[in-house]
């Protein structure tokens, strides 16, 4: 089978405590980037091998050289900047992440996490799948009004760009052998928030557009990859420290979402927050869903047999053929992760190996 699997997973994973105490040592001067570069592989070595001994086919680093699941990437783009994040706020935390900012032209003018992935895979025997942010994490939380004017009097040629520098980062992708890429984008789900929609239209955007905007620019970035790699997105409602940011089903997104050229869907259903699976009814021949429906904000682990019944369940709205099954988001989407254990991390993505197998034969 090719990705994605029916057990998969979203990317992140919690960090050791000794890669945290590395990450602080680093910043705080302690230790030589070439040094740090060292420890990180000895983590994702280890990672690895336990990622493939529960029988996983997807293979992430964990996102473990980065401090956030999508900044460490978004910052690196010519013409972004990092700014303070002015809302809507995660609850049940006081830190909250920052957000990109367009201060120039979007330009991809050197190679971004390239040698990450490269070493990823020379580093599996499984399918090393990498995790971006989607084209619209440039957009989404700070909207028309956190992208410069002055760069960009209108927004046709911000997206345009954007779509450019995506392209040239996915050929630098695909020429180190990527076959299995991920768009992070919880834009998605995030518009099914009418609060949400709200922050949108104060920022200068008509929500009622943005999800087919956001498709047509995902169709744009993707217009030149190699017929052999897979990629997916997954959607959220966000999950910092075990935090999210927003609520609502899919019902007012699902059909321009459905309309970007990807191969899978992971969509978060851990939880009454996303609504029902009716929405899945939209699913284009062809295309997959991976169910989020453990959740990676607790510790307390599902059963097998709520699973099963929630997999059946949302196979009355599209096939049980095209479904697969993962957690709802990563472990850890900033370097000091979930509010969960280690092994509990580990039990979950067992449980997801151990009812694909049940339920489709295979993981």
């Given at each position: ?200 239209r104060l920022n200068g955007d008509d929500p009622e557009q943005l999800p087919l905007r956001y498709a047509r620019t995902i169709n744009a970035a993707l217009r030149d990859r190699p017929a052999g790699m897979a990629v997916t997105i997954h959607t959220c409602h966000g999950n910092f420290r075990s935090a999210w940011a927003t609520e609502g089903g899919?019902?007012?997104v699902a059909e321009a979402m459905f309309q970007s050229d990807i191969d899978g869907f992971f969509m978060e259903f851990d939880s009454a927050r996303s609504g029902g699976f009716e929405p899945l009814r939209l699913l284009p021949p062809g295309k997959r869903v991976v169910l989020g429906l453990v959740t990676t904000k607790v510790g307390a682990i ?62």
């Amino acid at each position: 089978m090719t990705a994605p699997f029916r057990a998969d997973q979203v990317g992140s994973l919690l960090r050791p405590d000794s890669l945290i105490a590395a990450r602080t040592a680093a910043r705080q001067g302690g230790l030589t980037a070439a040094e740090l570069r060292t420890r990180e592989d000895e983590a994702i070595r280890e990672v690895v091998a336990r990622q493939e001994s529960i029988g996983l086919e997807s293979v992430t680093d964990g996102e473990f050289r980065r401090e956030w699941w999508h900044l460490d990437f978004l910052a690196q783009l010519e013409g972004v900047t990092l700014k303070e994040n002015p809302g809507p706020k995660f609850g049940g935390t006081e830190r909250q992440p920052p957000i990109a900012t367009v201060t120039g032209k979007v330009r991809y003018s050197r190679p971004i996490m390239v040698a990450d992935f490269e070493f990823l895979k020379a580093a599996t025997r499984k399918t090393a799948k990498l995790t971006i942010p989607s084209p619209s994490m440039l957009h989404l939380r700070g909207g028309r009004n956190s992208i410069a004017r002055d760069a960009y009097p209108e927004l046709d040629e911000f997206w345009e760009d954007v779509a450019q520098a995506y392209r040239q980062a996915i050929a630098a992708f695909a020429a180190a052998g990527l076959r299995y890429l991920q768009l992070d984008d919880v834009a998605f789900a995030y518009l099914g928030d009418e609060r949400f929609r709200e922050s949108c239209r104060l920022n200068g955007d008509d929500p009622e557009q943005l999800p087919l905007r956001y498709a047509r620019t995902i169709n744009a970035a993707l217009r030149d990859r190699p017929a052999g790699m897979a990629v997916t997105i997954h959607t959220c409602h966000g999950n910092f420290r075990s935090a999210w940011a927003t609520e609502g089903g899919y019902d007012f997104v699902a059909e321009a979402m459905f309309q970007s050229d990807i191969d899978g869907f992971f969509m978060e259903f851990d939880s009454a927050r996303s609504g029902g699976f009716e929405p899945l009814r939209l699913l284009p021949p062809g295309k997959r869903v991976v169910l989020g429906l453990v959740t990676t904000k607790v510790g307390a682990i599902e059963s097998e047999e709520e699973l099963l019944r929630r997999i059946d369940a949302a196979a009355r709205f599209a096939p049980l053929e095209s479904l697969c099954l993962s957690p709802q988001c990563g472990f850890s989407s900033h370097e000091i992760g979930n509010k969960l254990s280690h092994d509990d991390q580990w039990r979950k993505l067992e449980l997801v190996v151990k009812v694909a197998e049940k339920v489709w034969g295979s993981a």
